[in-house]
C-alpha cells in the first residue's frame, strides 16, 4: 500500500518583516571595520614590496577615512536607536499611535540632515573602484536609513493645522 504524504503550502506574510535597526547598523559596523583591516593588510602588503608609499596612503585611508566612517556608524546607531526609544517611550508606543510635536521632530530632522551632509562630504573621499566599494556601501545603507528616519519622523509629526487646504474652495463654494 502507497504511503500517502501531505503537502504542506508555505506560509507567507502579508508583509515583509521590517529589518531591525541594530542588526542593520551592526552589520554596516562590521563591514567598516573588515574594510579597515583590509586597507592596513594592504599597506603591509605595500611594505613588504618596497613601496612605503603606497603602504603610508592605505595606512592613512584606514587609519582616517574609515576610523571616521567607524565612527560615524556608530554614533548614527546610537542617535536612530535612540530617536527609536524616544518614539517607542511616547503614549501609545511605536505602534502608529505615537506623535511628535514639530519642535521635536525639527531638531530630529536637523540632526538628519547633519548626517546626510556628512555622507555627502565622506562619500567624496572613498577611493574609486574596488577598494572603495565598502565604504559606497557602507554609505548608501547609512544614507537609506537615515533618509528612512527622515520620512519616519515627518511621518508621526502631530500636526494640529491638518486644515492646510483652507486655500482651496470647498464644494458648492460660489468662487467656482
Known amino acids: 500500500m502507497p504511503e500517502i504524504q501531505t503537502i504542506?503550502?508555505?506560509?507567507?506574510?502579508?508583509?515583509?518583516?521590517?529589518?531591525?535597526?541594530?542588526?542593520?547598523?551592526?552589520a554596516l559596523y562590521t563591514d567598516a571595520t573588515d574594510g579597515r583591516d583590509r586597507f592596513e593588510a594592504l599597506a603591509k602588503a605595500a611594505d613588504a614590496a618596497g613601496n612605503p608609499e603606497i603602504a603610508k596612503v592605505y595606512r592613512e585611508v584606514s587609519g582616517t577615512v574609515i576610523g571616521l566612517i567607524v565612527d560615524l556608524v556608530a554614533a548614527s546607531a546610537s542617535?536612530?536607536?535612540?530617536?527609536?526609544?524616544?518614539?517607542?517611550?511616547?503614549?501609545?508606543?511605536g505602534g502608529g499611535g505615537s506623535m511628535l510635536v514639530q519642535e521635536d521632530a525639527d531638531k530630529y530632522l536637523a540632526l538628519f540632515d547633519q548626517y546626510l551632509r556628512l555622507l555627502d562630504g565622506l562619500d567624496g573621499i572613498v577611493p574609486d573602484g574596488p577598494d572603495g566599494a565598502a565604504q559606497r556601501e557602507v554609505f548608501a545603507t547609512?544614507?537609506?536609513?537615515?533618509?528612512?528616519?527622515?520620512?519616519?519622523?515627518?511621518?508621526?509629526v502631530d500636526d494640529d493645522d491638518d486644515d492646510d487646504d483652507d486655500d482651496d474652495p470647498e464644494v458648492g463654494d460660489p468662487e467656482e
Open 8 to 26: 504542506q503550502q508555505p506560509t507567507t506574510s502579508p508583509e515583509p518583516e521590517e529589518p531591525d535597526t541594530e542588526e542593520e547598523f551592526k
Open 79 to 93: 542617535a536612530i536607536i535612540n530617536v527609536e526609544d524616544a518614539v517607542d517611550a511616547l503614549p501609545g508606543g
Open 142 to 156: 547609512l544614507r537609506r536609513l537615515t533618509t528612512g528616519m527622515v520620512e519616519f519622523t515627518k511621518s508621526i
